[in-house]
């Protein structure tokens, strides 16, 4: 079976704080452990010197157990809640799912 990787990337709107972007970010966090199947979750602000960010400054990666998983957390009741925290935070968001499957061993 194959996990689930749920990535996403946001603007914030204009005057958003850093407070406000670390609440925003620590209530996601806080999903982990509360819904099933919903593995891990990292994020961070945009890193890199390629200047392909397309404006994007923060990005997350949640890692779910399986399609199932990602697809119960969607209406989850605790989802529900930390968007109507986050959502109303950004300007722009992209959000990308896709499938990981399992590492072929390999036999030497």
């Known amino acids: 079976m194959s996990q689930v990787k749920h990535f996403g990337v946001f603007v914030f709107k204009p005057g958003i704080t850093p407070t406000q972007i670390d609440h925003c970010f620590a209530e996601m966090r806080g999903m982990v452990g509360r819904i099933p199947g ?12 390629e200047g392909l960010d397309d404006g994007f400054t923060h ?45 072929f061993r390999q036999t030497v």
């Open 38 to 49: 919903l593995l891990d979750m990292i994020h961070g602000a945009y890193d890199s010197p």
């Open 59 to 103: 990005g997350f990666i949640m890692t779910f157990e399986s399609p199932a998983a990602r697809d119960t957390y969607l209406p989850h009741p605790e989802h529900e809640r930390v968007k109507a925290i986050v959502v109303p935070c950004l300007e722009r968001v992209v959000v990308f799912d896709f499938a990981v499957l399992p590492a």
